[in-house]
């Protein structure tokens, strides 16, 4: 799964997106006597993908209930959500959500669908540490910084690019991993692949998958609700892994991918460390055009730099007011941005569990790093990735390089739990041609035993997407939710309605994802 290192992590897009069907931002009011069908708070992959599947699983047909009427409003001046890019001397970075799992079909099917080119995966993540191969030189020569000495590091990737060297290369930093934490990287793989087991159940066809109104019952249905009560330390001793792969190698990943320790849920960390696998991904350009190219295909109303002020329910249909002054009246109302940091009034009001979103502070810098901070004679010898141990004195969670563009000049990016001031920067690091700082309300704080808000907020036709995301947050668990977001909407239209949508999922799309499973 992808994680939104998260999931954040992102800055506003600052790329021109292709062109979509965008309401007027003209200063004028707007009071609409006619009523939307459906109404989406939120331009990013859970509100982009709820569109997306909206119109794909009832539009197959000719059928004069097909759910195509559909607006969504994003508060920003660019669609991505918690995914975007930015740009360094020239150079388009992952600034937000930057990793796909090979396993995650919908972000798959999208990817193919829109026509948008696939890249493996930078190394700004942890991966293949725990495999017996890697999946790519740069990306495996990372170090464990405890604050004054690397406890861990592998090897720097050979110069040369023989085949055979490689291999020798992989061998030896495989033999080094399983030399410090053993059989644990076994059993820390075996924990992880259970996970990913059951979370492929949420790709089954509709006759065996029911569709779930809580958050609870679909974990539940999966197998993975247990995950979400107790600490990933919890399951992964339970697993048989050693303190020391613990405290050492989870604990860098966890904090680099979710920035929280190994406290944090059993499934939040397995979602983390299947952030650690072989054969991640990224799209080429920015991940955020999977949402853009969603939203442009669905042919949906965009509402650009119009946030939601006030929802409130009037009988058949919902008034929505949005900080434009604006007024729509909606048949359905998807949330699908965390609530947690946003000022929406309800009437009547909702009841949701308090929930924390954690902030990740993602730092991006041309320059060099001071091998004198790392207790290094030259910025040759610090790893690609520098990951951190849980202790209170390390300023960051983790430093990787992004591309580097000779022995003394990279694009790095660090992440860390809060600002980095420029005199603490200046220790890290010799020279800092270009410094820009993002502060993201990533994903939220994992604290278990975790509570779940609804999904249908009201028990008329009110949903929330993002209460998965107490689960786990990443590009492909608000894809799932969403999904099943959409098949709730339409199955409760067939309750109420006899001339209600007929949901089908597409042959094309239905045989993807058993070729794919």
Same mark, same amino acid.
């Given at each position: 799964?992808?994680?939104?290192?998260? *999931?954040?992590? #992102?800055? =506003?897009?600052? +790329? @021109?997106?292709?062109?979509?069907? &965008? /309401? %007027?931002?003209?200063?004028?009011?707007?009071?609409?006597?006619?009523?939307?069908?459906?109404?989406?708070?939120?331009?990013?992959?859970?509100?982009?993908?709820?569109?997306?599947?909206?119109?794909?699983?009832?539009?197959?047909?000719?059928?004069?209930?097909?759910?195509?009427?559909?607006?969504?409003?994003?508060?920003?001046?660019?669609?991505?959500?918690?995914?975007?890019?930015?740009?360094?001397?020239?150079?388009?970075?992952?600034?937000?959500?930057?990793?796909?799992?090979?396993?995650? *079909?919908?972000? #798959?099917? =999208?990817?193919? +669908? @829109?026509?948008?080119?696939?890249? &493996? /995966? %930078?190394?700004?993540?942890?991966?293949?540490?725990?495999?017996?191969?890697?999946?790519?030189?740069?990306?495996?020569?990372?170090?464990?910084?405890?604050?004054?000495?690397?406890?861990?590091?592998?090897?720097?990737?050979?110069?040369?690019?023989?085949?055979?060297?490689?291999?020798?290369?992989?061998?030896?930093?495989?033999?080094?991993?399983?030399?410090?934490?053993?059989?644990?990287?076994?059993?820390?793989?075996?924990?992880?692949?259970?996970?990913?087991?059951?979370?492929?159940?949420?790709?089954?066809?509709?006759?065996?998958?029911?569709?779930?109104?809580?958050?609870?019952?679909?974990?539940?249905?999966?197998?993975?609700?247990?995950?979400?009560?107790?600490?990933?330390?919890?399951?992964?001793?339970?697993?048989?892994?050693?303190?020391?792969?613990?405290?050492?190698?989870?604990?860098?990943?966890?904090?680099?991918?979710?920035?929280?320790?190994?406290?944090?849920?059993?499934?939040?960390?397995?979602?983390?460390?299947?952030?650690?696998?072989?054969?991640?991904?990224?799209?080429?350009?920015?991940?955020?055009?999977?949402?853009?190219?969603?939203?442009?295909?669905?042919?949906?109303?965009?509402?650009?730099?119009?946030?939601?002020?006030?929802?409130?329910?009037?009988?058949?249909?919902?008034?929505?007011?949005?900080?434009?002054?604006?007024?729509?009246?909606?048949?359905?109302?998807?949330?699908?941005?965390?609530?947690?940091?946003?000022?929406?009034?309800?009437?009547?009001?909702?009841?949701?569990?308090?929930?924390?979103?954690?902030?990740?502070?993602?730092?991006?810098?041309?320059?060099?790093?001071?091998?004198?901070?790392?207790?290094?004679?030259?910025?040759?010898?610090?790893?690609?990735?520098?990951?951190?141990?849980?202790?209170?004195?390390?300023?960051?969670?983790?430093?990787?390089?992004?591309?580097?563009?000779?022995?003394?000049?990279?694009?790095?990016?660090?992440?860390?739990?809060?600002?980095?001031?420029?005199?603490?920067?200046?220790?890290?690091?010799?020279?800092?041609?270009?410094?820009?700082?993002?502060?993201?309300?990533?994903?939220?704080?994992?604290?278990?035993?975790?509570?779940?808000?609804?999904?249908?907020?009201?028990?008329?036709?009110?949903?929330?997407?993002?209460?998965?995301?107490?689960?786990?947050?990443?590009?492909?668990?608000?894809?799932?939710?969403?999904?099943?977001?959409?098949?709730?909407?339409?199955?409760?239209?067939?309750?109420?309605?006899?001339?209600?949508?007929?949901?089908?999922?597409?042959?094309?799309?239905?045989?993807?994802?058993?070729?794919?499973?």
């Amino acid at each position: 799964m992808a994680t939104s290192s998260s *999931l954040p992590l #992102l800055p =506003f897009l600052l +790329l @021109l997106l292709t062109p979509l069907t &965008i /309401s %007027s931002t003209t200063s004028s009011t707007i009071s609409t006597t006619t009523t939307t069908k459906a109404c989406v708070i939120g331009g990013g992959i859970g509100g982009a993908s709820v569109a997306h599947f909206l119109k794909q699983y009832t539009c197959t047909t000719s059928s004069s209930s097909c759910i195509d009427d559909i607006r969504v409003f994003e508060r920003r001046a660019k669609v991505g959500g918690r995914m975007a890019t930015i740009s360094i001397s020239g150079d388009v970075f992952e600034a937000g959500a930057s990793i796909i799992h090979p396993k995650n *079909l919908h972000a #798959l099917r =999208f990817a193919k +669908l @829109l026509g948008l080119n696939r890249k &493996i /995966s %930078s190394s700004d993540e942890l991966k293949s540490t725990s495999k017996s191969n890697s999946s790519s030189s740069s990306s495996s020569w990372f170090g464990i910084w405890d604050g004054s000495h690397f406890v861990f590091k592998t090897l720097p990737p050979p110069s040369s690019s023989s085949v055979f060297k490689r291999k020798v290369y992989e061998l030896l930093n495989s033999f080094l991993l399983f030399r410090r934490y053993g059989l644990s990287l076994l059993r820390m793989n075996r924990f992880v692949e259970k996970m990913l087991e059951k979370f492929m159940l949420y790709y089954s066809g509709f006759d065996s998958r029911p569709v779930f109104e809580t958050v609870e019952e679909m974990l539940k249905w999966s197998g993975l609700y247990e995950l979400t009560q107790r600490t990933l330390e919890e399951e992964l001793a339970d697993a048989g892994l050693n303190s020391q792969t613990i405290s050492e190698l989870v604990t860098v990943i966890t904090r680099i991918n979710y920035g929280q320790s190994v406290s944090i849920s059993g499934l939040a960390g397995a979602v983390s460390l299947a952030g650690s696998d072989s054969g991640l991904w990224a799209v080429d350009g920015g991940n955020w055009q999977l949402a853009a190219g969603l939203l442009d295909n669905t042919n949906a109303t965009l509402h650009l730099n119009e946030g939601i002020d006030s929802i409130a329910d009037v009988g058949d249909y919902y008034v929505l007011k949005s900080t434009n002054g604006n007024q729509y009246n909606c048949e359905v109302t998807v949330v699908a941005t965390p609530l947690d940091e946003l000022n929406i009034t309800f009437d009547p009001p909702i009841s949701v569990p308090p929930r924390k979103l954690q902030h990740t502070y993602t730092t991006f810098i041309r320059g060099i790093l001071d091998p004198m901070y790392f207790g290094l004679k030259s910025a040759s010898e610090i790893p690609d990735l520098v990951g951190t141990l849980e202790l209170s004195d390390i300023p960051f969670s983790s430093i990787s390089v992004l591309k580097r563009y000779s022995e003394s000049d990279a694009t790095y990016k660090v992440f860390s739990r809060a600002r980095l001031d420029d005199s603490l920067l200046d220790l890290i690091f010799c020279t800092r041609k270009e410094t820009i700082r993002i502060n993201w309300p990533a994903y939220p704080h994992y604290q278990v035993p975790e509570l779940f808000a609804q999904i249908l907020l009201d028990g008329k036709h009110l949903y929330y997407i993002n209460s998965f995301e107490s689960g786990a947050s990443t590009i492909e668990t608000s894809a799932v939710a969403a999904e099943n977001v959409a098949r709730l909407i339409i199955s409760r239209f067939s309750v109420a309605s006899s001339n209600s949508p007929d949901i089908r999922m597409p042959t094309p799309y239905k045989e993807a994802l058993r070729t794919e499973l």
